[in-house]
């Protein structure tokens, strides 16, 4: 069954966005090419938050994109260059990504905070700002 993973990144500082956008630049060439992969999309806010939302054939092909490549170099260092980070999955029938709004909710509803090392007031408990998107990519 189809997964969609939903990831938030928000850095701490405009000084890790260079690096973050360098290492999200491979991991979006990792994705585009991963068996199981079938839709994704990049979103950038103006607040220094960059949300990625993608579907994938099944939980075995994200987790093997997910430990392998790119992803997983870049991984280590979003703990350290992150103010807020939170994830949320889940299994659908349909291969098409959801729209943006309904991402956010459920990140809010069901969503899970990522480990950091510099977590901002609003990490823990996902009560950040919904600024509207800089940018909108399709994968």
Same mark, same amino acid.
């Not at 093997?64 to 997983?72: E, T």
């Given at each position: 069954?189809?997964?969609?993973?939903?990831?938030?990144?928000?850095?701490?500082?405009?000084?890790?966005?260079?690096?973050?956008?360098?290492?999200?630049?491979?991991?979006?060439?990792?994705?585009?090419?991963?068996?199981?992969?079938l839709?994704?999309?990049?979103?950038?806010?103006? &607040?220094?938050?960059? $949300?990625?939302?993608?579907?994938? #054939?099944?939980q075995?092909?994200?987790? +093997?994109?997910?430990?392998?490549? =790119?992803?997983?170099?870049?991984?280590?260092?979003?703990?350290d260059?992150?103010?807020?980070?939170?994830?949320?999955?889940w299994?659908?029938?349909?291969? &098409?990504?959801p729209? $943006?709004?309904?991402?956010?909710? #459920?990140?809010?509803?069901?969503?899970? +905070?990522?480990?950091?090392?510099? =977590?901002?007031q609003?990490?823990?408990?996902?009560?950040?700002?919904?600024?509207g998107?800089?940018?909108?990519?399709?994968?």
């Amino acid at each position: 069954m189809p997964i969609v993973s939903v990831t938030r990144f928000r850095a701490r500082s405009i000084r890790f966005v260079p690096l973050f956008l360098l290492h999200a630049n491979r991991t979006i060439a990792q994705a585009r090419k991963a068996d199981g992969f079938l839709a994704g999309a990049v979103q950038g806010r103006a &607040d220094r938050a960059f $949300w990625t939302m993608s579907v994938w #054939r099944d939980q075995r092909a994200m987790q +093997a994109y997910i430990a392998s490549g =790119p992803h997983r170099t870049a991984m280590p260092h979003l703990r350290d260059w992150g103010i807020e980070a939170s994830v949320v999955r889940w299994e659908t029938s349909d291969t &098409d990504l959801p729209d $943006w709004p309904d991402a956010t909710s #459920r990140m809010r509803e069901t969503g899970r +905070a990522s480990l950091l090392r510099h =977590p901002g007031q609003n990490h823990a408990a996902l009560s950040y700002a919904d600024d509207g998107a800089t940018f909108d990519l399709r994968l």
